[in-house]
Structures are given as structure tokens and as C-alpha cells.
């Protein structure tokens, strides 16, 4: 129950920066896939799909503690484990044709 023993005004500072982390995450994945549908350029598909994956590591990473009751450090391997892995797409990308 790592969650409790924050106080209200770090907790609420938290679900504030995550949820402009969804909100301009969201927003940068749309553009990514908007412009892959546009275009058909494959690095555009993955970079649309690492931004994806990077903002979804941050909701969950956030949820889960909230959601699940999932302990502060479960809830931050799991966001970090998917930040590593959107990252990884997104320098792919990078190296596509």
C-alpha cells in the first residue's frame, strides 16, 4: 500500500503529470498515425506505434496503483519496462526506410 503514503498534494501533482503525459502522448500517436496513413511510410507506422506503447507505460503505470492496489514500485517497473520498449520502437523508426 505504497500509494497511501503520499500526501494529497504530491498525489494530485502525480495524476496531473500523467495525465498531460496521456494527453500529449495521445495527441503525439494520432499525429504519428495520421501522417503513416497519409504517407504509408513504415517508419512513420512505428513511430506512431513506440509513442503508443510509451504512453501506455505511463496510464498504466499510474492505474495500477490506483486500480489494482499494485505497490508504487510494481506500478514503475511496469511503466519503465514500457517506456524502454516504446523507446526502442521509436529509434527504430528512426532507422527505417
Known amino acids: 500500500m505504497g500509494h497511501l503514503s503520499a500526501s494529497p498534494t504530491i498525489t494530485t501533482m502525480i495524476i496531473v503529470v ?3 503525459i496521456l494527453v500529449l ?3 503525439i500517436t494520432y499525429f504519428s498515425y495520421k501522417a ?3 504517407t504509408g ?3 512513420l507506422r512505428a513511430l506512431a ?3 503508443g506503447v510509451v504512453t ?3 496510464m498504466l503505470g499510474g492505474a495500477l496503483d490506483v486500480i489494482l492496489n499494485v505497490d508504487l514500485a510494481t506500478g514503475l517497473l511496469i511503466d519503465s519496462v514500457l517506456t524502454l520498449i516504446g523507446f526502442a520502437v521509436i529509434t527504430y ?3 527505417v526506410d
Open 56 to 58: 501506455l507505460g505511463a
Open 18 to 20: 500523467k495525465t498531460g
Open 25 to 27: 502522448g495521445g495527441l
Open 36 to 38: 503513416y496513413r497519409n
Open 41 to 43: 511510410a513504415a517508419s
Open 93 to 95: 523508426s528512426l532507422y
Open 49 to 51: 506505434l513506440g509513442f
